[in-house]
Each structure stands twice: as C-alpha cells, then as structure tokens.
C-alpha cells in the first residue's frame, strides 16, 4: 500500500512536470507566431532612435501660379553624444564654424541625451557653414535637412502673407490662418544604438516627409507690383502717416490686390516693431470715410427715388445751417446753382445734407447697413474690425447731416470697397475673398472657394444710374486727374478730417480715392486713401488721383480691358492736351493729308506725292501737335 502512495506520487509529479513543459512550449509557440511583430516592435522602439527631417510647407500662389511664398532647402545641426569619442575638440571645431563660444558648444556635445539639437546656434545653416561641418567627418555629428521659409518678392502682400517661426510655424496672417494645411507633415530617420549610443549593425530606415498643401490666391501679382511701387512713391513723397490700396473684382468679390504702408519683409521679420507686422491696414483700419462715402449716400437716394439726379437741382451758397451747426462747402462762396449730378461732381457737402434730409435717419442708416457698414465684411484674413456707426437713437439732426458726406462713421476700407462694389455691379453685395483654392502637391483641388453672395442692396437701374454718374466725376468733376483717354473710368475722391479725442485736428487729413474700371461694365474697383501727407495742398483730387491714374493704367493692362472710345470726353483743364484722333490719309496725296493733318508735327519719309503708310495708325488718339510719319512713294 505504501509503495503503490510513492508509486502515484511520483507519476503526478511527472505529469505536472510535462504539463509545465507542454506550456512553455506553447507560450514560445504563441509568442514566436503571435505576438512576434508586437515584441519586434518594442525591441525596435528600445533601440531605435529618430532624426526628424522636416517637411516643406506648401507654397502660396498668385491667380497665375507665380509663387510668392516659397521653400529654401537649408541644415540643421543634430547631434548624438554618446557617439562623440572626443568632445572636447568636437566642441572646439563646431564654435569656431558657428561663431559660438566653446562653453555652450560644450554644452551640446556632453549633453546626457539620446539626440541633441543644437538650437537655436545650428538650425537653418546656410550651404557654406553645413559644407564645412560635413567635412569635419565626426561620428555623432549630423546635419539634417531644414525647410526654411523665403519670400521672393520680400515686401509685397506681406501683411497678408504674414510670416512663419524658426520651427516652420506660422505666426501671423495666411501662414497663420491656413498652418494646419501649410505645415505637412514630418518625415524621419530611424537608426538603431545601443544604451552607450553606439550604431548598432542594422540598417536605417527612412520615412519621406509630405508637402503641405498648396494655397493659390485671387491676387493678381502685376497688379500687386503696381499698387506696392505707388505706395512707395508715396512714401518717399508724401511722408504719410500711413498709405493703402485694395483692389476688388466686383462681381464676385475677389480681392485682386491688397496693400499697406508701413509694410515689412517677412524673411526678416524680427527687423520690425509689433505695431508694423500686426497692422493689415486695408481690414484693420477704421476711419471717417469723407466724401467717398457720398457714393452711398446717392445711391440710397437714387434708390429711394427721392431725388432725380439729371433734373433735380439744388442751390449752394457755400453753407448750412443744422440745429445750431454752420456745415461748409469746400469752396468758398459755394457752386451756386446745381444738377444732384453736379452736386456729385463737386462733391457739394450742403446738397448731401440735404438729401440725407430728404432720406430721413431710417432711412439712410438702413441701407448704410445694408450696405455692410458696421459688421465684417468676412474677408478670409485675421485681424478685421467692423468699424463704428452711430446708434439710430443717437442720430440727431447733425450726425443725419453730417453723415451723409461721410463724416461721423468710422468703416474700414474693405467695406467701402465692398460697397461701392455693389453699387456698381447691378446693387449686389458680396463678400471678399483672398484664397481661391487649396491644392496637393500633385495639383489635386482639396478645396475650392466659391463667390459667396450677401444680398442685394439697389436695383440694376440705379446701379446703372450710379456708374454713369462716377464717370461723370472724373469726366467733369474732382477726379479728373484720373481720366484716361479711351477708357471709361469712375470714381470720386475723398477728403476726410481726422479726429483725436473727439476733436478734430487742423491740417490732418485722409486722401483717399474710389475708382471703378471700366464704368459701364466693372472689372475692378479700386481704392487709395493716404494718412497725412506732408508737403502737399490738402485736396484728393491734387494728391491721390495722379498716382491713382498711374495704378489703373496697370489693372488695364493686366486684366486686358480693351478701349472703349464711346465713354464720357473730359471737361479740359487749363494743363491738359487736347487729344485728337489720328486720320486716315493712306491713298491720299501729300498735299491733302497736310490739310487733315494740321493739328499734328508731320514727318514725311521716302519720295512721291502719294502716301503708302502712316504712323500712327488712322482711329488711335494722340495729343494735339503728336509727330505723324507719313510714307510717300
């Protein structure tokens, strides 16, 4: 019995014993065939190590394709301390080619850590410096690829295009609004060492990065040069305050060019104040507007059929008088007897005090709002404000007044834009746009912005009525600077007094000047207004108009409007040239073609009486006493 106990023991315990193995064998089968991949990648998690290779951002795009924020392809210095054999002399070698002291390269080479990042001494190394940090041949030292931010054009759109960070972040205006599908995304290399640092034998891996999306926009950069070489002249002319220029697609609302003075370089952002990278003046600014605004104020009567702008007249004596207030005509003694067209023309502060009248405050403010005043207009760029208007109830009948020429709300210059945009494209409010769409690097649409329509403000007829009228202004009234022969353009100018704690300042103005192009059919609405200019007489019409001419000449190129030679003619002023269209004396003989041509220099080339060729060609306008070449056989 006792040996049958021992007997029975022992055959459990063997039991037990094959049990056990059986078990270890199938936990190594389970783990050689299940759970491989899964300890394989924690063995390689505790061995391997990454150098980041950081992703190019996607570029910025005008309507054509010219880049106009771009990638440069640059080095940054990582290192592996337990790698570095001699770091004193490694340190030794990398301050001098870095130009930093020995005690904080030290620092890096000794560091107790996997990887270090020499920051921010070695990020972004120009070819030069990377080539000779390569030829020292130090295990531990690497150079890994950088993308570093570059904008060609420097200055141009800059408040726009906003700028990125030493890690490829963007930190203000588009760079900062579209990060997330600027940046891409990282790619890596993933090496293998061991607890000392050491390479292990095995080999690398290499995970590419991906691009960022590219962002194409509405800017159309020969427009955009044009309107940064103006603000230039401006500056060194005028010395203002501040300058700015916006350009606008009326019928959908995309903005075609956008500037500010002071502006600034991004690629060397951290050469300027806060003050001058934050300011996207054309969004941000709000001011009284001044007689530009006297375009609203004639459509809402136009509209509201209190007035008959052909027909209807009104008598300036130079003033009127408001509860109390005396409000002024610019021209002394005032323009006596006048058309509401004329009053337009003259920008005739009295009559828009009396159509405001005629409106009534409901009235005006209503459509003031309509026409998008006091709220954003919703231009994809950070940093707009929605300007200030005054609370109905707090309408008198001096703010009624005094609004109607444009003093009194404070908008920005985007909404007027904006506005007079609708007043000219058949009374439709739409809002601005600067990104048209975003794209892969393989020119794949991610996404497509569409015109987004507000509302309709005015009628098609009285939008009609308005751009003949804004012609009439540069054809006959204060912006006849900007006139171009062959070309219907409209407009009004403007001259806002500017305050400073509720009181008005002395000889401190806003120029400004509102055109449309071409007037009976907009392609594009134009705006400049210049801050205080110094050294010149304090009227839109001598100040803003030449300059604003000079840009139009450039959108009517760029934007390829044909001549129109059916538009309104100019009323002469005492400087201008008379213009005359050049004949057609081809198949004439000399003796008759100096009887046509008597208004011009003439200029007679081969021998004969009879002419072959001309230069210029019959229909083109030229100016009185022009040189005409005529060819004789």
């Known amino acids: 019995m006792f040996y049958k106990s021992i007997h029975l023991r022992i055959k459990i315990l063997f039991l037990l014993i094959v049990i056990f193995f059986i078990l270890i064998l199938f936990k190594v089968f389970y783990i050689q065939v299940f759970e491989y991949k899964k300890l394989n990648n924690l063995a390689d998690d505790l061995w391997s190590r990454e150098l980041v290779i950081e992703a190019d951002r996607g570029k910025i795009l005008d309507r054509n394709g010219i880049v106009l924020a771009d990638n440069l392809t640059t080095a940054s210095l990582m290192l592996v301390p337990n790698q570095i054999d001699n770091k004193e002399e ?58 570093k931010r570059y904008y060609p054009y420097k200055d141009l759109l800059s408040h726009s295009l906003g700028y990125v960070g030493i890690d490829n972040q963007g930190l203000s205006g588009l760079e900062l609004q579209y990060d997330s599908k600027l940046k891409g995304v990282n790619g890596k290399i993933k090496y293998y060492s061991d607890a000392h640092g050491k390479n292990l034998n095995k080999s690398s891996v290499y995970v590419a990065p991906t691009q960022g999306m590219n962002i194409q926009l509405t800017i159309d950069i020969k427009i955009q040069e044009s309107l940064e070489r103006e603000m230039n002249n401006i500056s060194n002319m005028f010395n203002p305050d501040m300058a700015l220029g916006i350009v606008v697609n009326p019928k959908n609302g995309e903005v075609l060019a956008l500037s500010s003075y002071p502006d600034y370089d991004p690629n060397n952002y951290k050469n300027y104040s806060q003050e001058v990278l934050s300011r996207n003046l054309p969004i941000w600014a709000s001011f009284e507007p001044g007689s530009t605004f006297k375009i609203m104020t004639m459509a809402t009567a136009v509209e509201e059929k209190v007035v008959d702008i052909y027909n209807d007249h009104f008598y300036d004596s130079g003033k009127v008088h408001v509860d109390g207030s005396t409000l002024r005509c610019w021209k002394s003694g005032g323009h006596g007897d006048q058309t509401f067209l004329q009053v337009l023309q003259n920008s005739c502060n009295p009559g828009f005090v009396q159509l405001g009248q005629k409106l009534g405050k409901e009235r005006l403010f209503s459509y003031i709002n309509k026409f998008g005043f006091g709220e954003k207009t919703g231009i994809d760029l950070n940093g707009e404000s929605k300007g200030i208007l005054f609370p109905l109830d707090r309408v008198g009948n001096v703010e009624l007044a005094t609004s109607a020429f444009g003093q009194g709300p404070s908008v920005t210059p985007i909404q007027q834009v904006m506005a007079v945009s609708a007043v000219v494209n058949g009374g439709y409010l739409y809002e601005p746009m600067i990104v048209k769409r975003i794209v892969d690097d393989k020119n794949t649409i991610y996404e497509e912005r569409n015109t987004k329509f507000k509302r309709r403000v005015i009628s098609s ?96 190129d760029a934007l390829e409007i044909p001549r129109q030679d059916n538009g309104q003619e100019k009323d002469l002023e005492w400087n201008d040239k008379v213009i005359y269209t050049v004949p057609d004396v081809v198949g004439k003989s000399l003796s008759e073609a100096k009887k046509e041509l008597y208004n011009f220099q003439i200029i007679v080339k081969g021998e004969g009486e009879n002419i072959v060729e001309q230069s210029p060609k019959a229909g083109e306008r030229v100016e009185d006493q022009s040189k005409i070449r005529i060819f004789v056989q």
């Open 461 to 556: 007829n009285t939008s009609a009525i308005m751009r003949d009228a804004l012609e009439s202004v540069v054809s006959k009234g204060g912006g006849r600077s900007a006139y171009i022969d062959g070309y219907r353009i409209g407009g009004k100018t403007g001259t806002a007094q500017k305050q400073d704690n509720g009181v008005y300042l002395v000889n401190n103005y806003i120029m400004s000047f509102m055109s449309v192009v071409p007037a009976n059919d907009p392609e594009a609405v134009f705006y400049l207004a210049i801050d205080n200019p110094k050294n010149t007489a304090m009227l839109s019409s001598y100040t803003t108009t030449p300059i604003a001419r000079r840009i139009l000449l450039d959108i009517i």
């Open 90 to 147: 490694t340190a030794k070698s990398l301050s001098k080619i870095l130009g930093v002291s020995y005690e904080e390269m030290y620092k890096h080479v000794s560091k107790k850590t996997s990887i270090e990042r020499v920051h921010p001494e070695g990020r972004r190394l120009d070819a030069d410096t990377a080539e000779r940090i390569k030829n020292l041949k130090i295990d531990g030292v690497y150079l890994v690829k950088e993308s």
